[in-house]
């Protein structure tokens, strides 16, 4: 039995958390009636897994976040509490995108304090009221998790902060992972407490939660898995400074749908895939993947939006509070500017301020004109650097009131205390441009309010702009999420304070009937990308992702952070070393094709030469009366017969197959259409001038091909040459009889109809016109070029080279698609597989000579 614990991580080895102390008893719930049960353990309870789904129709899902979307307040009295929903929360808002029909059930922290003698109680109203599942966090686990690992590490990180020193972000700290890790834990069992694991879909949102994927797919393997970052996700560069950085990307991949904003996002988890993982992503009818182990983990790209009658709603309550026509009047005669951020050292709230004297400087004509309004909603923490950016802001409202105030007029009006969103929605209403300079952001939803709000409701009596053009204009940085979404916005480098003052000025400097386009457009995309569209969307996608669930056979290996689900399409097992030798020893003619490197040898050996020991299988394979041996490999006919001179009996296939030998003594075959080779001049060239501009790159001569090897280049730039070179290569040679095919790391051109499937199929027509036809066939490889061969074994009973009862046993090395029946890990097994073939092998006889060619 492996180890109940989850994290291996010093004190963590044991998983003996002063959180994990005490059991809870868990809520009833009804659960499907396990299957296969899997070696790994949590707590008391096995992993479950099943074949069939359960018989519960009804769609379920478990949204997880750090919070509850919901209110707590204690009496007056201080005896009990008061619960309601949160209005303004996403999580309760995006309940509109999902089916009338699908129950929802939150699990998170609860924003208030409540003591471990009300915890029970609580938690039962909040099941029955609200089908909320509390998760109540010891104070020193919850400070380390949120306030440490949280706030200190991932947030900087995320956003492009390096803790250089031990102020800037904060040197890494293991014990705050450690909380991080028992914070995570917590959370999944609160989430088995109410799951029917064969039904509810489990979404988990934002990077307080990136580990918990692992505890869920631990305890169940089949289990609907989608996540979703709403921070920015930072570039390789900058991830890989993270101590714990694989531990985080392989728990993430044990969701089914992860989600980001935008492409950048996105391209970034990827590439922290490619480098520090080695997986390579693949589109597919519009949809990004990536294969982890048998399993495709979707990549979503869906920026979020806000919820529509919300919105409306408050800008209704603002027009009856009479807050817009004050503000009318407290700013007639002005072009208002807009900023609406949290105190944060991300927002750039100081660049925004030194635009705006830039401007007034630079445009003279809005002095005593324009004025910025600046709302500033209090931080949600504290620390040194925040001081100094808030000084820093109160320094440069002062300097700039004071450089360019008149009677009646401050340039700046800065609002540093909680503002309700009436009242917010009100400055919307009455801002001619909402400007945006966070220098980081992950999505920010600031703009798409704000568009909403200058449209206006269609309430009758309603004092808001309900008629006439609407007009709106925006000013954004390129550093945030929403700006891909808002293309009439005026994007900027908030960093340029130079050229941030331009486009304010442009901005209200532009005619009234180019506003009232832009506005229209972006008007369009906010309404119809709402918050609920965005959740339907993922719901969608996260169905698509999870439709092979049930098909396929799943288990789980990997201990710790490397714990992983292998998923197998029900055809697709393991080969059985029984199975085969039984097989084998009741067959009269045998045909055994081998790859040589991934197969025999592995890829990873620097001295390629076979080992006494596969000689010795080899030839005693070939001395056995009914075999027909082959090594089917890529290599050189020169290397292949050098390295395999012992075996005599052996026959070799070069290059693909170009080259063909029965056996030592005989001469080479040349197979391909035509030995006019004299398209090597036109690739050659261009091979060559690729090598030289990607370093690590290097370009192999074969007698008959050019390969470019690019596996020692930088992952990234190496795979894009790789793409670049195959449309070159394609194009140059049109018109030459030659293929151009990608491989794994390498780019590779031969003649047409060079493959391993043709040497197949010739050699199975020889056994055959001998009257030996195959009544036994191993077929063993590791690559894409294998998959030829294993494609003629499945088509060649219909062509009748081989008989209907013939046993066939293709086999790829490694788990992945193929479109082999059967796998083996690694060389290993290959090896170990072919020495019982070889016990169970006839010993030499006289005609064993037969053997050497049909």
């Known amino acids: 039995m492996m180890s109940r614990s989850y994290t291996n991580l010093l004190d963590l080895a044991s998983g003996n958390f002063p959180v994990m102390a005490r059991e809870r008893k868990r809520l009833p719930r009804v659960m499907t009636v396990p299957g296969i049960i899997c070696e790994l353990d949590d707590d008391q309870a096995n992993s479950v897994t099943s074949d069939v789904p359960s018989s519960i129709a009804q769609d379920r899902i478990i949204i997880v976040a750090n919070q509850l979307p919901v209110k707590a307040k204690r009496k007056p009295d201080n005896k009990g509490w008061n619960f309601s929903w949160d209005e303004d929360s996403l999580l309760l808002q995006l309940k509109d995108g999902f ?502 040898m592995p890829q990873t050996s620097i001295n390629k030469t076979p080992s006494q020991e596969v000689i010795s299988i080899l030839n005693t394979l070939c001395g056995d009366a009914k075999n027909t041996v082959f090594i089917v490999s890529g290599r050189g006919r020169e290397n292949l017969g050098t390295w395999f001179s012992p075996c005599e009996k052996l026959g070799l296939a070069a290059e693909h197959g170009y080259f063909l030998r029965w056996s030592c003594g005989d001469e080479w075959e040349t197979c391909g259409q035509g030995t006019d080779l004299g398209w090597t001049q036109i690739a050659e060239p261009v091979i060559k001038l690729y090598t030289e501009a990607t370093d690590g790159s290097s370009i192999e001569t074969k007698e008959s091909a050019l390969v470019w090897h690019h596996r020692d280049a930088d992952p990234g730039f190496g795979s894009c040459q790789a793409k670049e070179l195959l449309d070159h290569l394609e194009s140059v040679l049109a018109n030459e009889p030659v293929a151009v095919k990608s491989g794994q790391f390498i780019v590779e051109v031969k003649p047409q109809g060079v493959t391993k499937g043709l040497v197949a199929e010739k050699i199975f027509t020889a056994m055959s016109e001998k009257g030996r036809q195959a009544d036994f066939v191993l077929c063993i490889g590791d690559d894409r070029s294998d998959e030829d061969m294993f494609e003629i074994i499945g088509n060649a009973m219909s062509k009748n080279t081989l008989s209907s009862h013939t046993a066939l046993f293709a086999c790829t090395v490694g788990q992945k698609p193929s479109k082999a029946k059967y796998y083996l890990d690694d060389t290993i097994e290959v090896v170990n597989m072919l020495e019982a073939l070889a016990e169970a092998s006839d010993s030499p006889s006289s005609n064993a000579s037969d053997s050497a060619s049909p």
């Open 99 to 600: 089916p009338e029909d699908m129950e929802v059930i939150y699990v998170g922290l609860l924003k208030a304090e409540v003591e471990p003698n009300e915890q029970d109680d609580v938690s039962q109203i909040l099941l029955e009221r609200f089908k909320s599942v509390p998760a109540f966090l010891p104070p020193d686990i919850f400070h380390k998790f949120y306030s440490g690992f949280c706030k200190q590490q991932l947030w900087p990180l995320f956003h492009y902060m390096l803790p250089f020193s031990a102020d800037n972000g904060g040197r890494f700290d293991r014990t705050l992972w450690e909380a991080y890790v028992s914070a995570n834990k917590l959370f999944s069992q609160k989430v088995i407490e109410v799951i029917n694991p064969e039904d509810d879909y489990v979404w988990i949102h934002d990077y307080h939660l990136m580990v918990l994927p692992t505890f869920l797919r631990r305890r169940f393997n089949r289990l609907r898995i989608g996540f979703f970052l709403h921070s920015p996700f930072p570039s390789s560069e900058i991830y890989r400074t993270l101590p714990i950085r694989e531990e985080i990307l392989k728990a993430l991949l044990n969701s089914d749908l992860i989600g980001f904003h935008t492409f950048d996002y996105a391209r970034h988890f990827l590439s922290c895939c490619s480098r520090m993982l080695g997986l390579e992503y693949q589109s597919k009818r519009g949809y990004i993947g990536l294969e982890y182990y048998g399993r495709t983990v979707g990549i979503k790209i869906m920026p979020v939006g806000i919820h529509m009658g919300q919105i409306q709603s408050v800008i209704r309550q603002a027009d009856e509070q009479q807050r817009v026509a004050e503000l009318r009047q407290q700013f007639e005669g002005k072009t208002v500017l807009l900023g609406v951020d949290d105190m944060d050292i991300f927002k750039g709230i100081n660049l925004r301020l030194l635009a705006m004297e830039q401007m007034l400087k630079q445009h003279p004509k809005w002095q005593g004109r324009a004025v910025l309004v600046q709302i500033a909603n209090p931080a949600r923490g504290r620390g040194r650097n925040l001081d100094e950016i808030e000084e820093e802001i109160k320094t440069s409202c002062r300097r700039i009131n004071e450089q360019f105030g008149q009677p009646g007029y401050e340039p700046v009006v800065y609002i540093d205390k909680p503002v309700s969103v009436s009242e917010r929605m009100a400055f919307y209403t009455i801002a001619e441009c909402v400007v945006v300079t966070a220098v980081r952001d992950g999505m920010n939803l600031t703009p798409y309010e704000y568009i909403v709000s200058r449209q206006g409701t269609s309430t009758a009596g309603s004092s808001s702009e309900s008629t006439g053009p609407k007009r709106s204009m925006l000013v954004v940085s390129e550093f945030i999420g929403c700006s891909p979404s808002l293309s009439g916005a005026i994007r900027v480098n908030p960093w340029n304070v130079d050229a941030t003052a331009e486009a304010m000025n442009e901005a209200i400097s532009m005619s009234e009937a180019e506003q009232q386009l832009r506005h229209e457009k972006h008007y369009r995309y906010v309404s119809t990308h709402d918050v609920a569209y965005w959740a339907r969307s993922f719901l969608q996608d996260m169905e698509r992702s999870c439709k092979d669930h049930f098909r396929r056979r799943c288990w789980g290996i990997g201990l710790s952070f490397g714990f992983r689900v292998v998923a197998l399409d029900p055809n697709f097992r393991k080969l059985s070393i029984d199975a085969i030798v039984s097989a084998y020893s009741r067959a009269k003619s045998r045909a055994i094709l081998l790859d040589y490197d991934g197969t025999v």
